[in-house]
């Protein structure tokens, strides 16, 4: 096993039932949109594992493009203030955008990103959000696609870092209490 892997305490969502779930998520969204064209904005670095295999499992013309913000730092604990890195390459006007993100804690990014998007003029705006931590929330917002709601602990893998670190396990984890500490 390798360092990555050996620094879970148990794994909450294995490879398996992401696969499944992230398949049924795309099945709806491919309903929903009925063969329109949808552009999928990924909320960088954490939605890129999730995106990437999300808008295979849509059946409609799909293009992507990509928006940074910051809310964490290092630490495991929102700080409250959101921070603006990439905007989007290209306008959305009268497109329709489905913002894909790893995980909603506090709600606080989410609604960022959504309110600076709104004022671009989608012709629509949905959001897929793989995890949703939904009783920390502490500003809301109007989640359209949820994977799976998980516990208010933090988690790593798929995607997910802690210090930038677990993105790339298979599977949603929480991390041994030792590697905080270390
Ligand atoms: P929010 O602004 O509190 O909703 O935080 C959302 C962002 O914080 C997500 O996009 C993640 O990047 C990060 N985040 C929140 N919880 C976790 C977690 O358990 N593991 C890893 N990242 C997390
Ligand atoms: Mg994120």
Redesign the pocket.
């Known amino acids: 096993m390798y360092q990555e892997a050996a620094d879970i305490d148990h794994i909450i969502i294995d490879e398996n039932h992401l696969k499944d779930r992230v398949t049924e998520l795309g099945a709806e969204i491919t309903r929903d949109y009925q063969g329109e064209s949808i552009l999928l904005v990924g909320?960088l670095k954490?939605a890129v594992i999730f995106m990437a295999d999300l808008a295979r499992a849509i059946r409609c013309p799909i293009s992507i493009d990509f928006m940074a913000v910051s809310?964490?730092g290092n630490q495991t604990e929102?700080q409250g203030v959101v921070r603006f890195i990439k905007d989007l390459d290209e306008p959305i006007e009268n497109k329709h955008v489905l913002l894909v993100?790893?995980?909603?804690?506090?709600?606080?990014?989410?609604n960022y990103v959504v309110e600076h998007l709104k004022l671009k003029n989608p012709a629509s705006l949905k959001i897929c959000a793989l995890l949703d931590?939904s009783k920390s929330r502490t500003k809301a917002v109007k989640v359209d696609y949820i994977g799976f709601d998980v516990p208010n602990e933090?988690?790593?893998g798929y995607g997910?870092?802690?210090a930038q670190r677990y993105r790339t396990l298979p599977y949603i984890g929480i991390l041994k209490p030792q590697v905080y500490m270390a």
């Open positions: 909320i954490g809310s964490y929102s993100e790893d995980i909603i804690d506090s709600g606080l990014t989410l931590k933090f988690v790593v997910l870092d802690y």
